[in-house]
Every structure is written in structure tokens, then in C-alpha cells.
């Protein structure tokens, strides 16, 4: 495994967890394209954030070695970042429907 396919793993999770939040919870969803966007652009948000603790692809994959731990790390951040994307992205929303409605 290279950096670059963590990293593309990484946002795919990221993709699915937007996706699967939204289809539980209807009132966060913005249909599959703008999911599909806050889950991309949440997780390389938190990724490129918390990666500077170690979880970053290239740690993961340190020496030509696949380290697991890290990797697990990188999959839970990633899907917090596309859920917490998601729930930000809604509070913006609603911020600014409201704001149009007065």
C-alpha cells in the first residue's frame, strides 16, 4: 500500500460516512452530490488537521511498513471529519435560511 492509496481510502471512507449519517438522519442530508461533498472535503479537513499527530498516510506506511494502529486512527478521523462536515455544513444552512427569511 502507497501513501497515496491511504489517502484515497481515507476520503472514501469519508464519503461513506456522510452518506450513511445523511441516510439515517434526513434532516443533515443534501441530497448524494452534496454529501458526497461534505464527506470528501470534511475528511481531508481532519486528516490534513489531525495527520500532524502521526496519522497522516505517510506515517502510516513509515519504512515500507504498513503500521495498523495509525491506519485505524486515519479511518476513525476520517469518518468523524465527513459526519462533523456534515453537521457543520447544516448549521451553516440553516444560519443563513434563517438570516434570508428576516
Request: proline share 2%; glycine share 10%; charged share 10%.
Amino acid at each position: 500500500m502507497t501513501g497515496t492509496l491511504i489517502s484515497l481510502i481515507s476520503i472514501f471512507i469519508g464519503i461513506l460516512a456522510a452518506n450513511t449519517f445523511a441516510y439515517f438522519k434526513k434532516q443533515y442530508s443534501f441530497g448524494f452530490t452534496g454529501n458526497t461533498l461534505v464527506g470528501v472535503f470534511g475528511s481531508i479537513f481532519f486528516i490534513k488537521s489531525f495527520g500532524r499527530l502521526g496519522f497522516d498516510p505517510w506515517s502510516i506506511m513509515h519504512n515500507e511498513t504498513f503500521h495498523s494502529f495509525p491506519f485505524f486512527i486515519n479511518c476513525l478521523v476520517s469518518i468523524l471529519g465527513g459526519v462533523l462536515g456534515l453537521l457543520f455544513i447544516t448549521y451553516l444552512d440553516n444560519k443563513m435560511n434563517k438570516k434570508a427569511a428576516n
